[in-house]
């Protein structure tokens, strides 16, 4: 398309006005005239011009005329002449609320000028209807408008711009100075167009980006009998930095090893909200299922934060096939803290010396020994629930992920038949209740813990407490996530393979409620 090659639309009750309009002295336009408020919109509807031009004296319908009487003594009727046909109204315009929006009155636009010629009775213009039906009806803001009235009539052209307009000039028009404002219109169109397919563009491209995201997560649970595992997962946008994950490592420790501290130890020597000093790993002599998990929160938002995320997600998998190939070999997995240790490396080789960050939660959850090992590099306070119903809060003991090279500690919990664990991010917490009041972690963590402590549908629960502190669905400004685990009782036998999914899983979308997996 030429630089100046344009369509426009004049709207204009009168062939001589329309006329003059169209000769404007531009050049490489394609002219479309309407006479009433129902062509100009059929013509919008089907050319979309680039500028609309309308005259503030529009009707809505052309009006109907009878057919001509002549008086048989001044104009004898021809025998041969035949009948002249009544000029038939225009068709309805399509639909649109005549009526204006409140903060405009309607009454304020009618001046002496065009009230008898295109107002309603009401005083209400179609020029304004137009205006409105582009605009809020149609949803078209590329259109540049540019409304015609009166010299003396400001409400008009005040309202006509409250509308929507984008431009309001007084009659008589000096033709260099209209063909001036078309093409600033036509190149304000142009640039609004090419703006909004570039963003259709990214629109679809990012949710595509959020499709695949969905494929990282996880799609099915392996089947323990006593598991069971609920997710939250609503991105802010259509991708997302926050990423969770669980799945069953290969037996971690060879068999007949003595263990170094027992389910009831831990629980005895543990100080609630008190982090246990970091210990070696319990061993056991019977090969068992160990469930991993994790949650992490990329900073930031958008296609860089989903990005990282899949690198994140990336790098925890393939510590995890790791561990299959080294159990294949006869070796048992690496220690969790240089698992993390690794995938810390790893980030800071891809973003040392960006602000981007990670914060990421990991833990083992050994069904034989009972026990949880877990590392927080920075990420919200874990809750674990014992079987008794009492929270302990397990805080960050290891710094964030990405910045720096660190050596990581473990700590070990117990987790026993009846515990259960809620992991989240930040994004349930950070948002601004009614009143300005930011909601922040620690109220966040009063409404949350006694729905943990009741021990059932727990992220239901702690959706019902943020809605009644929001009056309604909480405007979260950043990703949600959480996942809860729950553990029902012991686990006899062998556990089924961990690629064959028994129960469905799929992680929660932006507009479904959590629910079990």
Known sequence: MAADDITLLIAAPTPLTREALRRLPGTGRTMLRAATLAEALALHDARRPHVVIIDAALPDAAPTYPAPTYPAHTYPARPDAAPVPPRLAAPPPPPYDPVPPPSVPASASASASVSTQGAHADGHLPALDLVRAIRAVRGDEDVFLIVLTEPDDHALRADALAMGANDALRLPLEPLELDARVSVGARQARMARRLRAYSDRLTREMARVAELQMRLLPSSSPYLPGLHVESLYRPSGDAS?????????????????????????????????????????????????????????????????????????????????????????????????????????????????????????????????????????????????????????????????????????????????????????DGLHDWTAPGGTHLGPERFLELTEPCLRAGSEVLAAMESALRDVAGGMPPFRDDVTALWIRREGPVPGEPVRPDEPVRPDEPVRPDEPAGAH
């Open 241 to 425: 930095g926050d990423y969770f994950d669980y799945f069953l490592l290969p037996p971690r420790v060879p068999a007949n090893a003595a263990p170094t501290a027992s389910p009831a130890q831990l629980s005895s020597s543990a100080v609630p909200d008190q982090p246990a000093p970091p210990v070696q790993p319990a061993l056991s002599d019977v090969d068992g299922p160990v469930l991993r998990v994790v949650i992490a929160d990329v900073s930031g938002h958008g296609a860089r934060a989903a990005f990282l995320m899949s690198i994140v997600r990336t790098l925890v998998r393939a510590q995890n096939d790791g561990a299959a190939a080294r159990h294949a070999d006869g070796m048992p997995p690496l220690p969790l803290t240089e698992t993390v240790q690794r995938i810390n490396r790893h980030l800071v080789d891809i973003i040392g010396g960006e602000p981007d960050f990670v914060t990421l939660f990991a833990g083992d959850i050994d069904f034989a020994v009972g026990t949880l090992e877990y590392v927080n590099a920075g990420h919200c306070p874990a809750l674990l629930r014992d079987g008794g119903g009492q929270v302990t809060r397990l805080p960050s003991n290891a710094p964030l992920l990405g910045f720096f090279n660190a050596d990581f500690a473990a700590e070990l919990r117990a987790f026993p038949p009846g515990c259960q664990l809620l992991l989240f991010t």
